[in-house]
Nanobody, 115 residues
Framework: VQLQASGGGLVQPGGSLRLSCAAS??????YGWFRQAPGQERKFVAAVTWSGASTDYEDSVKGRFTISRDNAKNMVYLQMDSMQPEDTAVYYCTAGRRWKSTDYWGQGTLVTVSS
């Protein structure tokens, strides 16, 4: 499985950004997003099943971020709204053979929230 993340950039506090992840290769059970802020460990952000029927979010992004899946295009998205400076991080797209597993990683895309 190969994953290619894109869509990072600079956004003002309160703004929105959408990350995209192009997936290719074998079918997997779950896709997800992780992030790593400067000086911190990599952390879970959101996950979605291959069908899109089930999702899960880290508490701090619930109600602000939305993960979705477009099977026809083999794409995974992370819509980020009401963004805050603490959302600044490198975001990674992941895929796994079981729910919320992370067997495959894409390269990161940098998101900076600043005025």
């Amino acid at each position: 499985v190969q994953l290619q993340a894109s869509g990072g950039g600079l956004v003002q506090p309160g703004g929105s950004l959408r990350l995209s992840c192009a997936a290719s290769g074998r079918t997997v059970a779950t896709y997800g997003w992780f992030r790593q802020a400067p000086g911190q460990e990599r952390k879970f952000v959101a996950a979605v099943t291959w069908s899109g029927a089930s999702t899960d979010y880290e508490d701090s992004v619930k109600g602000r971020f939305t993960i979705s899946r477009d099977n026809a295009k083999n794409m995974v998205y992370l819509q980020m709204d009401s963004m805050q400076p603490e959302d600044t991080a490198v975001y990674y797209c992941t895929a796994g053979r079981r729910w919320k597993s992370t067997d495959y990683w894409g390269q990161g895309t940098l998101v900076t929230v600043s005025s």
